[in-house]
T-cell receptor, first 115, second 118 residues
Framework: GQSLEQPSEVTAVEGAIVQINCTYQ??????LSWYQQHDGGAPTFLSY????GLEETGRFSSFLSRSDSYGYLLLQELQMKDSASYFC????????????????FGQGTELSVKP | DAGVIQSPRHEVTEMGQEVTLRCKPI?????LFWYRQTMMRGLELLIY????????DSGMPEDRFSAKMPNASFSTLKIQPSEPRDSAVYFC????????????????FGQGTRLTVV
């Protein structure tokens, strides 16, 4: 089976830093992605890690440790507009030329940013 | 590009009726995914296609669900007959694995179809 575990909700204040963790147990692993979804909207891509380490994109960073089957999303300088649900997702099939690969999502973490 | 386009945005139907959801992926993308989102089960992958061919439909809940992709620019998800437990938001997503020799790791989602079966 496939399972991705993340906290159901997190609350933080504007300007703070928050970390959303994700642990996974999947049949295969070919990369960890993070997506953001605002209420009523479509999930949008934030980041992707195929190898261990930290990837930084502006205020957002994502980390992966394949040996621990663990990753996290780090959001810095929180803003009110960051209030949304955040999903980790694992590619369980190999992503190669001409093949999309199966993408499995966690249950999502609802982040509330308070003034 | 207009992004992934889904129709209708909202659908309310009676139990037992047939429902057809439609998706137009981003032009040039060769992979297409259908997801279902509910509070209880989160985002579930139903089926995905590569180059119009179904690769994995293990997430399709039962025989009442079927999906087709007759060409690279169109896909449908059909539920027949529909049941109240099918009520959910259905998302279509596409990705491009042929981009500049390096598979694109990002999936682009449509705005979803909110289905209510009464």
């Amino acid at each position: 089976g496939q399972s991705l575990e993340q906290p159901s909700e997190v609350t933080a204040v504007e300007g703070a830093i928050v970390q959303i963790n994700c642990t996974y147990q999947t049949s295969g692993f070919y990369g960890l992605s993070w997506y953001q979804q605002h209420d009523g909207g479509a999930p949008t891509f934030l980041s992707y890690n195929a190898l261990d380490g930290l990837e930084e994109t502006g205020r957002f960073s994502s980390f992966l440790s394949r040996s621990d089957s663990y990753g996290y999303l780090l959001l810095q300088e929180l803003q009110m507009k960051d209030s949304a649900s955040y999903f980790c997702a694992v590619r369980v099939d190999r992503l190669v030329y001409n093949q999309g690969g199966k993408l499995i999502f966690g249950q999502g973490t609802e982040l509330s940013v308070k003034p | 590009d207009a992004g992934v386009i889904q129709s209708p945005r909202h659908e309310v139907t009676e139990m037992g009726q047939e429902v057809t959801l439609r998706c137009k992926p981003i032009s040039g993308h060769n992979s297409l995914f259908w997801y279902r989102q509910t509070m209880m089960r989160g985002l579930e992958l139903l089926i995905y296609f590569n180059n119009n061919v179904p690769i994995d439909d293990s997430g399709m809940p039962e025989d009442r669900f079927s999906a087709k992709m007759p060409n690279a620019s169109f896909s449908t998800l059909k539920i027949q007959p529909s049941e109240p437990r099918d009520s959910a938001v259905y998302f279509c997503a596409s990705s491009d694995t042929l981009s500049r020799g390096r598979p694109n790791t990002e999936a682009f989602f449509g705005q979803g179809t909110r289905l209510t079966v009464v």
